[in-house]
């Protein structure tokens, strides 16, 4: 009987550790995968930045489609999904309307396994990208998707601005707390001691002063988008006919903060209206306010002569559709660039109330952490001076 139930247990034994072993063969199994690379790379990225100077380019994405011994997948066909990093109530982002939503979704032909084009990151977070890799031609692969995870960290010139900020409002509430606890003894007819009185004048001034700032800074802002309004742009028609093709850009005119926007190019024959495929398509989009490339792609028509993705325009100004039709080298039709484009207007989201509510209450907070410290070293200065 022991013998038996011996042999049972190292029965057991070999058949969860064969499993074990076929499970741990199994995920070690090279797989086909989707490898990207950037440029600036990852460390280097930094998020938009809206009204600075400082010169600004889109982040540029390749995407390689391997199989499992590390090979190109040749004509393959590329669909990706590229979603914003996720809300956080208690710590916003400078664009939160644009926080947990699709940035940008499309589908090209990837002729070479290779899928480049560059895309404005407009926040920081931890950004979600999902691809699906399918063949062009049936069976010549097997399709599969993955999800890869792109951080892109603050720019580290806000974290000084706020460290400074901090400093100043710290300062403020430990200056009044100094100050109303050592405040002196009312006379007749004061409703607050003098000290007291004019830090509050001070606090009051300095309150105007911020308000003006605020204010003129705002009037600055509206009148220098004016002065790149749309209206003294110079568009591209949205449609062109050249050497017998017609070239024309479809989908949105008005598009909406945190809201993905249709867009399209067709290339077709002008006379019989069938699809053109072998030709090169040069896609960016621009936003006028700050003449900044914002995407940019260039590819081919799908089967149907058609180019098709969506994009989120997270800032809201007018912007650019502009696409260039291109010959190649190895297509029998030759032509010179055609040049078209449309204008989108953006409609901007105002943040909600509850967000700029909780950014007062940090720095309201910061104050009143300084003022109750510094009511603290008054108070124990009295207590010294009374025990002396």
Sequence with gaps: MKKYRLFVVISAACICLSILYS???????????????????????????????????PVSFTLQAVDSGGKLLTNALIK???STPPRNPLLTTDFPIVEG????????????????FQQMLPIRG???????????????????QQTLNLNVRENPIKYKFFAVIVAILFSVGLLGGWVIGGQEELKAGEIAPQSVRLLLSALTLVAIVTLLFINITAEVAEAHGDEHSPKNEKIAPSISQSQGMEIKIAGDKLATVGKLANLSVEVKDSTTGAAIKDVGLRVKTIALEDNLTVFAYQGFPNQAG?????????????????????SLPESQRQFPTVKI????EVEGITPPIYIRLIGLFYFTAIVGIGMM???????????QVREN
């Design 341 to 344: 484009a449309q204008l989108v």
């Design 373 to 383: 410290i510094g009511l603290l070293i008054q108070h124990r200065k009295g207590l």
């Design 306 to 326: 058609k180019l098709i993705w969506q994009e989120q325009f997270f800032d809201g100004s007018p912007h650019k559709v502009e696409v260039e039709a291109i």
């Design 23 to 57: 499970l741990v063969g199994v995920s070690q199994t090279p797989q086909s995968q989707v490898l990207l690379s950037t440029n600036p790379s990852l460390e280097k990225i930094l998020p938009f930045e809206a009204a600075t100077e400082r010169k600004q380019s």
């Design 126 to 144: 931890n950004y979600q990208i999902q691809v699906n890799v399918s063949p062009l031609v049936a069976n010549a692969f097997t399709s599969y």
């Design 80 to 82: 990706l999904q590229i």
């Design 101 to 116: 939503t699709k940035l940008l979704e499309m589908e090209a032909a990837a002729p070479s396994g290779k899928l480049e």
